[in-house]
């Protein structure tokens, strides 16, 4: 079966803390999302791997196909990075699973 | 380029009614993809569009759902009838190229069935 399990559920940190968010998947894949769903609701794409490691600003994304684990991180985190994260995963030709999310919270 | 566009944002219809979602995928991008999301399951794909092609409807629930690409900016989920358990975000994203490639999401809309 394919599943995609996440960690934590929840996660509160005080800002400038590095945080560090977990995906985990059964089997092999095509490719793996890390998206953002701010408290308004809107979501947004933050990187697409397959392999290796990826950087935009703050956030780091990384993917280790043989341990088939993703991770996602944030330096010097920000209240304004309060949000759910949510991994998905694309296993090979079939539609996108998601994980059920990480509530981040930052505290000034 | 104004994202992805949907309308409504907000719908509150009563059960057996009809409801349309609409979406307008970035300009250009091949692929448009139908999500539902809900407290108890979290998000789902719906069905996904190729080239206005409906390509995986697997996920669509039950045959009170449908929806159509009839043209390259354009697409409807349609509810009918509509009943409660349909409350939910749906939420329509496009990317270009490939199903893999990132997905550029919607604002969604918030569907109260009562």
């Known amino acids: 079966k394919n599943e995609v399990e996440q960690s934590p559920q929840n996660l509160t940190a005080q800002e400038g803390e590095f945080i560090t968010i977990n995906c985990s998947y059964s089997?092999?894949?095509?490719?793996l999302h890390w998206l953002q769903q701010h408290p308004g609701g809107g979501i947004v794409s933050l990187f697409m791997l397959s392999s290796g490691k990826k950087k935009h600003g703050r956030l780091i994304a990384t993917i280790n196909i043989q341990e088939k684990h993703s991770s996602l991180h944030i330096t010097a985190s920000h209240p304004r990075d309060s949000a759910v994260y949510i991994c998905?995963?694309?296993?090979?030709?079939?539609?996108?699973?998601f994980g059920t999310g990480t509530r981040l919270t930052i505290i000034p | 380029d104004a994202g992805v566009i949907q309308s409504p944002r907000h719908e509150v219809t009563e059960m057996g009614q009809e409801v349309t979602l609409r979406c307008k995928p970035i300009?250009?991008?091949?692929?448009l993809f139908w999500y539902r999301q809900t407290m108890m399951r979290g998000l789902e794909l719906l069905i996904y569009?190729?080239?206005?092609?409906?390509?995986?409807d697997s996920g669509m629930p039950e045959d009170r759902f449908s929806a159509k690409m009839p043209n390259a900016s354009f697409s409807t989920l349609k509810i009918q009838p509509s009943e409660p358990r349909d409350s939910a975000v749906y939420f329509c994203?496009?990317?270009?190229?490939?199903?893999?490639?990132?997905?550029?999401f919607g604002p969604g809309t918030r569907l109260t069935v009562l």
């Open positions: 569009f190729n080239n206005n092609v409906p390509i995986d």
């Open positions: 089997v092999g894949i095509s490719a």
């Open positions: 998905a995963v694309l296993f090979g030709n079939e539609k996108l699973t």
């Open positions: 994203a496009s990317s270009l190229g490939s199903r893999a490639d990132t997905q550029y």
């Open positions: 300009s250009g991008h091949d692929y």
